[in-house]
Structure formats: C-alpha cells, structure tokens
C-alpha cells in the first residue's frame, strides 16, 4: 500500500498529471482495507481446501478467487465514494464496470496466491513443532483414572485416544488400554487443553499422536496414529483438526 501510494504520486507528477497526496492514500488504502476485511475468509476456505483432492481444491480456490475479486473491487469502490464525499469531493471511475473488474482481476489473482502460499508455508513450518511429543516432567498435570478401588494415574501425553464405551470410557496408548466409569463428554473437556480433540461422536484424539489422516469418499476419514494404530474419523468433526492446526 505504502509503495504503491508513493509511486502514484511520484508517476503523475512525472507526466505532468499530479494528483493530491490524499487522494492517492485513499486510492490505495481502501484497497488495502477491503483485503484486510477478507483475509478471515481466504484463511477459512484454505484450511477447509488444505487436505481435500488436488481438483476439489482447485477448485474451490478458483471460485474462492472469483468471489474475492468482485468482493474486494465492490467493497473498494464503496469505500472510495465514501472517503471522496467526506473530503467533499466526487468518486467516478472513468472507465466501464467490465473494464474495471477484468483489471482489478488480474491484480487480485495475485494478491490471492500470495496470501494462500503464504498460509500454506506457514502450516508446514508450524507441523513439524506440532508434532513434537513433550517430554513428561513432574510438574506435568495427571489424569486420574478410577475403576472401583483401582485408580491408574496418567499423563495427557500418554494418551492418544479415547473412546466411548457405554456408561465407560476406554483410554489408549502405550500402556494398552484403561476402562473407566466417566462420560466421553466430561474426559473430553479434561482434555481439551492437552490437545485432544474431537473426531467422532464416539471417539476424541490427540493431535500430536496423530501421523496421518485420509479422507474416504464419503468425507469421513481414517487416521494413523504414531503408535500404529488407525481408528475412524466423521466427516462432522473434520473441522476440529483444521481449525486446531490453524491456531496452532
């Protein structure tokens, strides 16, 4: 924004065209305001697309750039007139609506695989930390398993997955497998800030366990886990992974 608004200024002084320094800021920011309001979607749609087939993700980006595009060139005309009037001054695009949006398109695809190699960069330097199994230490919280008398006590990060087992819930890792009378709803909660996360009505996952995922025809999936294990996602809560991997 600050170098195009700079550049204009200094362009139309050089044809003998100047044109006032405000005008030009106003030119330029209100693009750059109207991209800033569709950042959150461009960000959304990425990470719905990020694991879907290459031609579905395709595309969805190719129309995800077709709605941005007369978005942004809508949002950015409207604020023009806005700012104009308030300066007491008129807006009027010279040239055709068709000729502005074809312009503005090209410039928009741009901008548009900028942002999504930016983002897809960004999650593949952000994975590799993600995956990272931390080490336990003493301060580390429990999680206390009670069966009758017996109570096994667990690290979050000996836990990859747990499972509803009517009025129980299974909990799996290396150590096998522990029953306890608790609702799935309740150990998820526990749960939610060691990362786990839910990935079926009857199952939630920690994300860090996790070594791949593949998504069936039907949209739900399967999911590897690092110990070997795979154990089945619904296409309901694929969201929960993609917008865990987003915040992290």
């Known amino acids: 924004m600050v170098v195009n608004a700079v550049t204009l200024i200094d362009q139309r002084r050089a044809l003998g065209q100047p044109i006032a320094k ?17 950042l959150p979607f461009i960000l959304m749609l990425a990470a719905r697309l990020v694991s879907r087939p290459l031609p579905l993700t395709t ?9 941005v595009s007369l978005v942004h060139t809508a949002l950015m005309v409207g604020l023009r007139i806005a700012a104009y009037a308030l300066a ?6 010279t040239e055709r609506w068709s000729d502005r949006l074809f312009f503005e398109a090209r410039k928009d695809l741009i901008t548009y695989i900028s942002i999504l190699a930016v983002f897809l960069v960004a999650r593949q330097l952000v994975a590799p930390r993600m995956a990272i199994r931390p080490s336990p230490t003493l301060e580390a ?5 009670r069966d009758g008398s017996r109570v096994v006590m667990l690290q979050p990060d ?24 608790r ?12 990362g786990f996360v839910r990935v079926h009505r009857s199952r939630i996952v920690r994300r860090t366990a996790i070594a791949s995922t593949e998504t069936k025809q039907s949209g739900d999936f399967e999911i590897t886990l690092r110990s070997g294990a795979v154990i089945n996602g619904s296409r309901r809560f694929r969201q929960n992974l993609l917008q865990d991997a987003f915040r992290g």
């Not at 595309?59 to 709605?67: D, E, P, Q, S, T």
């Not at 007491?88 to 695009?93: L, T, V």
């Not at 000996?158 to 009378?181: C, K, P, Q, T």
Request: glycine fraction near 10%; charged fraction near 15%; aromatic fraction near 10%.
């Open 22 to 38: 405000w005008q030009a800021w106003v030119l330029e920011g209100t693009s750059f305001a109207a991209w800033l309001a569709l």
């Open 158 to 181: 000996e836990i990859d997955w747990v499972s509803a087992a009517g009025n129980y819930v299974e909990l799996h890792g290396l150590f096998g497998s522990e029953l306890a009378r």
């Open 88 to 93: 007491g001054d008129h807006y009027a695009p």
């Open 59 to 67: 595309l969805g980006h190719a129309a995800g750039c077709i709605v």
């Open 183 to 194: 609702k799935l709803a309740d150990m998820e909660a526990e749960l939610a800030h060691h």
């Open 141 to 145: 919280p429990l999680i206390e398993v």
